[in-house]
């Protein structure tokens, strides 16, 4: 049973809009990750989070932004959907020294 | 640049066989080493963690680490269809303790 949920699964979405990806956890973890993956590919940290008001870009540069107002919700923006940003979206979450659990990912077409 | 280094297969064996898996990490001061099993489209999955050099036995996975030639393996024994996905290998260091994956180990075990 899952404890980080993320939605939507999948998404279709025109050139330019603006989109939210959501991602939730149960575990009461302060560590959030978002991870960029084209298939078949590497895992690619874009935002990562330390706890509430603490946001950080990560390895990869994008043009997304994050929030952490609350320790359980890490929502991923793009203010304007591009071809390019087609991926899947994998937010994960940890408790300190521990491994990371991930949800199950939205699979994102900007069309 | 700390980094994670796996062959990207893809490891190719029968069903039964023994799968062995390796990873090297460049950062001599990583205190954890993780295995995750990621299935084609699916998010990855925490399968094996391991702190302390030596073996680390669960089910039919083995994890096995040390230090001072910096790899962590993982073995599989009795390997079945199922077993057949992308393994990755991540290490925690770095002043901030964010894991650090591999690119990823494509395992495919024939029936």
């Known amino acids: 049973e899952a404890d980080i949920y993320q939605t939507p699964r999948y998404l279709v979405i025109g050139t330019g809009k603006k989109i939210t990806l959501e991602c939730s956890q149960t575990?009461?973890?302060?560590?959030m990750y978002w991870y960029q993956q084209d298939p078949g590919m590497e895992l690619h940290l874009i935002h990562y989070?330390?706890?509430?008001?603490?946001?950080e870009k990560g390895d990869l540069s994008s043009e997304s932004t994050v929030s952490r107002i609350r320790t359980e919700h890490f929502p991923l923006t793009l203010e304007s959907a591009r071809p390019s940003h087609t991926s899947q979206y994998l937010c994960?979450?940890?408790?300190?020294?521990?491994?990371?659990?991930f949800g199950s990912g939205t699979r994102l077409t900007v069309v | 640049q700390k980094e994670v280094e796996q062959n990207s297969g893809p490891l190719s064996v029968p069903e039964g066989a023994i799968a062995s898996l390796n990873c090297t990490y460049s950062?001599?001061?990583?205190?954890?080493f993780f295995w995750y099993r990621q299935y084609s489209g699916k998010s990855p999955e925490l399968i094996m963690f391991?702190?302390?050099?030596g073996d680390k036995e669960d089910g039919r996975f083995t994890a096995q680490l040390n230090k001072a030639s910096q790899y962590v393996s993982l073995l599989i024994r009795d390997s079945q269809p199922s077993d057949s996905a992308t393994y990755l290998c991540?290490?925690?260091?770095?002043?901030?303790?964010?894991?650090?994956f591999g690119k990823g180990t494509k395992l495919s075990v024939k029936p």
């Open positions: 989070s330390y706890g509430v008001n603490s946001t």
């Open positions: 391991i702190y302390s050099n």
């Open positions: 991540a290490v925690r260091g770095g002043s901030q303790g964010n894991l650090i």
């Open positions: 575990m009461g973890h302060d560590k």
């Open positions: 994960a979450s940890s408790a300190q020294y521990y491994g990371y659990t």
């Open positions: 950062d001599r001061g990583s205190q954890s």
